[in-house]
Nanobody, 118 residues
Framework: QVQLVESGGGLVQSGGSLRLSCDAS????????MEWYRQAQGKQRDLVAGIDTGGKTNYAGSVKGRFTISRDNAKKMIHLQMNTLTPEDTAVYLC????????????WGQGTQVTVAS
């Protein structure tokens, strides 16, 4: 059974940093594009950052320059380094794995809560 497990969330003061991790050990991660989404309470789920199988990255405008997505295929891990956090970054952060050639292979984690206090 495929499982993506996020960790690293928590409470941080505005201006602080957190590093999220996604354990993707149940899939052949090198075959998947990996993404981080976030969903604030009462709002839609939005793409935060993505990294494709070749390592190319993309970011939402609101986090560009502050967040960095990375992948470690050997350890089957995805990370999201988040710096200069603001209360607007408060949300549940979810990891997603999507196969670029088979849309049916699309998996989500349960999420990790990030709360930024002002």
């Amino acid at each position: 059974q495929v499982q993506l497990v996020e960790s690293g969330g928590g409470l941080v003061q505005s201006g602080g940093s957190l590093r999220l991790s996604c354990d993707a050990s149940t899939i052949t991660i090198e075959y998947y594009n990996m993404e981080w989404y976030r969903q604030a309470q009462g709002k839609q789920r939005d793409l935060v950052a993505g990294i494709d199988t070749g390592g190319k990255t993309n970011y939402a405008g609101s986090v560009k320059g502050r967040f960095t997505i990375s992948r470690d295929n050997a350890k089957k891990m995805i990370h999201l380094q988040m710096n200069t956090l603001t209360p607007e970054d408060t949300a549940v952060y979810l990891c997603r794995a999507i196969h670029p050639h088979n849309p049916g292979l699309d998996f989500w984690g349960q999420g990790t809560q990030v709360t930024v206090a002002s």
